[in-house]
T-cell receptor, first 114, second 113 residues
Framework: GDSVTQTEGLVTLTKGLPVMLNCTYQTTYSPFLFWYVQHLNEAPKLLLKSSTDNKRTEHQGFYATLHKSSSSFHLQKSSVQLSDSALYFCALRETSGGNYKPTFGKGTSLVVHP | DPKIIQKPKYLVAVTGSEKILICEQYLGHNAMYWYRQSAKKPLEFMFS???????DNQTASSRFQPQSSKKNHLDLQITALKPDDSATYFCASSQDLQQNTLYFGAGTRLSVL
C-alpha cells in the first residue's frame, strides 16, 4: 500500500534560518503530493501541492519540488518566521489505480524561536 | 464564514455512552471524510464517502458508524465510548473522491472519562 515518511518529531529553529522538512513516499501509481499545515488548535489546511515531476511549487514563502526519481517532496523555506511554528503534514494521493484515499505522514512539528 | 461546520467543538462523555459528531459542508463537494487525530496517531483516516456512499472504511471497530442523511452531511456516531476514543475528530471534504485537495473542518475535541 501507499505510505509517507516524514522527518519525525520536533524541529526547532531560530527565526530567520532556513528549514527543510523531509518527505518521502511509496506508491505503485502516479502520485499527487501535498503539504498541509496545522497551527495550534486549528484545522489542517493546504500549504502546497504538486503532481508534476521536477517542478518547484511555492506558496507563502514555502516551496517544494516533487522528485519522482527519489520519491521525495521535501518542504523548504529560506527564512522561517515565528508564525511558521506549526505541525506540518506531508500527504499522498494516487491519481490512478483506484485508491484515492489520502495517506498522511505522521507530521513534523516546527517550533521557531525568536 | 466556515465552509465546513462541525458540532460540537468540544465534547465530554462518560465511558460506555454514545455520542454523535455532526459535520456539514457548504463547498458543494461530493466526497466527505472523517479523520481522527491523537497524540499517538496524527491524522488517522477513518472513512470516506462519495455521493453519500461509503467508499472506504479503515476503522477496525464497528462502534464507529458514519451517517449521511444528505449529500453535504456526514455525521459520526460513536457507541460504547472508551477513554482511548479521546481525540480530535476532523471532518473533511473534496470536490470528488478523485479531486485531490482536502478541506478540513475545525474539529470536534472528544474527551471520554
Amino acid at each position: 500500500g501507499d505510505s509517507v515518511t516524514q522527518t519525525e518529531g520536533l524541529v526547532t529553529l531560530t527565526k530567520g534560518l532556513p528549514v527543510m522538512l523531509n518527505c518521502t513516499y511509496q506508491t505503485t501509481y502516479s502520485p499527487f503530493l501535498f503539504w498541509y499545515v496545522q497551527h495550534l488548535n486549528e484545522a489542517p489546511k493546504l500549504l502546497l501541492k504538486s503532481s508534476t515531476d521536477n517542478k518547484r511549487t511555492e506558496h507563502q514563502g514555502f516551496y517544494a519540488t516533487l522528485h519522482k526519481s527519489s520519491s521525495s517532496f521535501h518542504l523548504q523555506k529560506s527564512s522561517v518566521q515565528l508564525s511558521d511554528s506549526a505541525l506540518y503534514f506531508c500527504a499522498l494521493r494516487e491519481t490512478s489505480g483506484g485508491n484515492y484515499k489520502p495517506t498522511f505522514g505522521k507530521g513534523t512539528s516546527l517550533v521557531v524561536h525568536p | 464564514d466556515p465552509k465546513i461546520i462541525q458540532k460540537p467543538k468540544y465534547l465530554v462523555a462518560v465511558t460506555g455512552s454514545e455520542k454523535i459528531l455532526i459535520c456539514e459542508q457548504y463547498l458543494g463537494h461530493n466526497a466527505m471524510y472523517w479523520y481522527r487525530q491523537s497524540a499517538k496517531k496524527p491524522l488517522e483516516f477513518m472513512f470516506s464517502y462519495s455521493y453519500q456512499k461509503l467508499m472506504d472504511n479503515q476503522t477496525a471497530s464497528s462502534r464507529f458508524q458514519p451517517q449521511s442523511s444528505k449529500k453535504n452531511h456526514l455525521d459520526l456516531q460513536i457507541t460504547a465510548l472508551k477513554p482511548d476514543d479521546s481525540a480530535t475528530y476532523f471532518c473533511a471534504s473534496s470536490q470528488d473522491l478523485q479531486q485531490n485537495t482536502l478541506y478540513f473542518g475545525a474539529g470536534t475535541r472528544l474527551s471520554v472519562l
